[in-house]
């Protein structure tokens, strides 16, 4: 026997309500359904029905989810909701969510007017940061030339050690080559957020706010800090995507 359709309505996200699309988007779900604005004043709910029936929060979904927000970011300011948000039907999108916190989301809308996030995130060269490492700390210089071509189970203390070692200079290395890259950015961001390291090679992970009209600046600053780092370190931007690490958006009631 078939499941009954249990439909309800899923929320992306806040924007100004004189938004309006080139082509009308779908959501998330099987079916998807068209995305649409639930209006108030001059704010505005990007929503589409879902049927909470069948499966819903998985990979494809989290990744439409994402490219709704960052291409509505592409063109107007966009406050995220949290992936999954359900709540029962537009009423309760109008009644639990725009209107308790209006002012705030209008507030946070103007300040995010004519702004963009991008990440740059940049990793090491391997082979190289480690030679780097090596050459500029004895101890752990001294601590390879003792596990060099050995048994591990020989000295497995000292290759714990090492281990320990790098991961402490790779930190320094990071928190060092994060503040260059802010210095970098600081003529064009108006705001910038640290991401935690994704992995332990990891050279730079940060969020930065910017004017749409300085993005071409941030782009040139960072290709300026690529050539400086070239061999040491690849770096790149993914964005303009919706200010996440930028904005800190109630979230509705889950459906449930």
Avoid at 114 to 143: H, M, N, S
Avoid at 195 to 220: G, I, N, W
């Amino acid at each position: 026997m078939a499941t009954p359709t249990q439909h309800a309505v899923y929320v992306y996200g806040i924007v100004p309500s004189d938004v309006t699309f080139e082509e009308e988007p779908t959501g998330v779900g099987s079916p998807p359904s068209p995305v649409r604005l639930v209006r108030h004043r001059d704010v505005a709910a990007l929503i589409s029905d879902v049927d909470v029936s069948g499966p819903l929060g998985t990979p494809e979904d989290l990744l439409i989810h994402e490219e709704l927000l960052d291409a509505s970011a592409a063109a107007a300011p966009v406050l995220p909701m949290r992936f999954g948000a359900v709540v029962a039907n537009e009423d309760v999108v109008i009644a639990e969510l725009i209107e308790p916190h209006y002012e705030e989301f209008a507030k946070a809308l103007r300040e995010l007017e004519g702004c963009q996030e991008f990440i740059v995130k940049g990793r090491y060269v391997e082979g190289t940061i480690l030679q780097e490492i090596l050459t500029e700390d004895p101890r752990a210089a001294d601590l390879a030339a003792q596990t060099r071509d050995t048994d591990p189970m020989t000295n497995r203390d000292e290759q714990i050690e090492l281990g320990e070692v790098i991961n402490e200079r790779l930190a320094d290395k990071r928190a060092q080559d994060t503040r260059v890259l802010d210095d970098a950015l600081a003529d064009c961001a108006s705001a910038s957020v640290i991401r935690p390291p994704t992995d332990e090679f990891d050279a730079v992970h940060s969020a930065f706010l910017v004017k749409a009209s300085d993005s071409d600046q941030l782009v040139c600053a960072v290709q300026e800090l690529a050539d400086d780092w070239d061999g040491r370190a690849e770096l790149r931007i993914v964005g303009p995507v919706a200010a996440y690490d930028f904005v800190g958006t109630p979230q509705p009631t889950e459906e449930g």
